[in-house]
């Protein structure tokens, strides 16, 4: 079972930036694609972010432009680089092993234990 560990969440003001890494414990993560979750306050979990093992990449609308997902499979992490932060971008924010439910679908579903996540606070 992989293990994923997320962390570089904190607080910070409207407009800032935060970079959140996610490392995971087999090198099973370099095939297969990584999704950063995001689950605010007395809201469900959504995916906001998607990176295939060949490095194509995805984002939710409501987080597109602003951020980046990017992995390296040499050190079994993946990141996801956030600017611009906006209230509503407060939530825990976990990582996943996914699969897409058919190619080119799009649509993804998780296959990993979640961790412990990580808090984003973005607050003046």
């Known amino acids: 079972q992989v293990q994923l560990v997320e962390s570089g969440g904190g607080l910070v003001q409207p407009g800032g930036s935060l970079r959140l890494s996610c490392a995971a414990s087999e090198i099973i993560f370099s095939i297969n694609a990584m999704g950063w979750y995001r689950q605010p306050p007395g809201k469900q979990r959504e995916l906001v972010a998607t990176i295939s093992n060949g490095g194509k990449t995805s984002c939710a609308d409501s987080v597109k432009g602003r951020f980046t997902i990017s992995r390296d499979n040499a050190k079994n992490t993946v990141y996801l680089q956030m600017n611009s932060l906006k209230p509503e971008d407060t939530a825990v924010y976990y990582c996943?092993?996914?699969?897409?439910?058919?190619?080119?679908?799009?649509?993804?579903?998780?296959?990993?234990?979640w961790g412990q996540g990580t808090q984003v606070t973005v607050s003046p």
């Open positions: 996943n092993v996914i699969v897409e439910t058919h190619p080119g679908s799009g649509s993804y579903y998780y296959i990993g234990s």
